[in-house]
């Protein structure tokens, strides 16, 4: 199989830590292919977004990690997201399973976590010279703890081997990836929106002080949360801003 961008280096790990730190070290020592992919069979101490922990069971779930290069500026960063999140989107749909991205990458299905992805950049100047694209998928777990609120491929009624997810979401990163480096944008944000959790619908929120409503417009350039409050105003979200209550 040939990609536009990839060089398929697959590094198979039997248990890590976390591989996006094992990449991102072997990488500060050698310099890999724009690429290179780093699996797990068992991830134990798996990074999430703000400092999470993601929890996987051995040999049952994907948990890997690609080094681009992709030189784009770092007001563009959230690209990086909307690609590695249209990408598991995409496999998933190719399986018959409906996904939506809540903003800004956990992919739901049926309101229930199924993956999330984590992106560790490195920044020259004004640029993104080096980006670490983590991605964790619950593939055949079937048990989890219910406070979770997760799910799994299995759970959705499909059976496959880890591996064939894994090629085709590598595949589909490649794709999306080209799209970005061709300054493909309007198109990327165009996907991501058709996908985005309670797009141009209302739902509700809860901030440090309450819960509240408001209607979900998109997201800005840099990545913020575009949301119009009931009074007609609009606020900008970080991630440490807002919850989703659903
Ligand atoms: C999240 O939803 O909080 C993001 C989870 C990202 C988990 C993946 S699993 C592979 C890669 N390595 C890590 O340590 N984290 C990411």
């Given at each position: 199989?040939?990609f536009k961008h990839f ?167 490649d794709f999306?990836?080209n ?68």
């Open positions: 199989m040939t060089t398929l280096n697959h590094i198979k790990l039997d248990q890590i830590g976390s591989t996006n730190s094992y990449l991102h070290d072997l990488n500060s020592n050698t310099k890999q292919v724009n690429g290179t992919l780093v699996s797990a069979k068992n991830q134990i101490l798996g990074k999430g977004q703000t400092g999470n922990i993601w929890h996987t069971e051995k040999d049952k779930n994907l948990t890997f990690s690609v080094v681009t290069y992709p030189n784009i500026k770092f007001k563009h960063a959230f690209y990086l997201n909307i690609i590695a999140s249209l990408a598991v989107n995409k496999t998933l749909s190719d399986l018959s399973i409906s996904s939506k991205i809540k903003w800004p990458n956990d992919i739901l299905v049926n309101q229930k976590k199924i993956g999330g992805i984590l992106i560790e950049n490195q920044i020259n100047g004004e640029t993104i010279n080096q980006s670490i694209i983590g991605i964790g998928l619950n593939v055949n777990q079937s048990i989890f703890n219910s406070g979770l609120n997760a799910t799994s491929i299995l759970n959705e009624g499909k059976k496959i081997e880890v591996e064939e997810v894994l090629n085709q979401i590598y595949g589909y990163l999306y990836y799209l970005l480096i061709e300054s493909n944008i309007k198109l990327l944000r165009q996907h991501y929106y058709t996908h985005l959790f309670w797009h141009n619908q209302i739902g509700t929120f809860k901030d440090e002080h309450s819960e509240f409503k408001a209607l979900v417009i998109g997201i800005t350039d840099i990545g913020l949360l575009e949301l119009r409050l009931l009074d007609n105003s609009t606020r900008y979200c970080d991630l440490k801003d807002v919850q989703f209550i659903y």
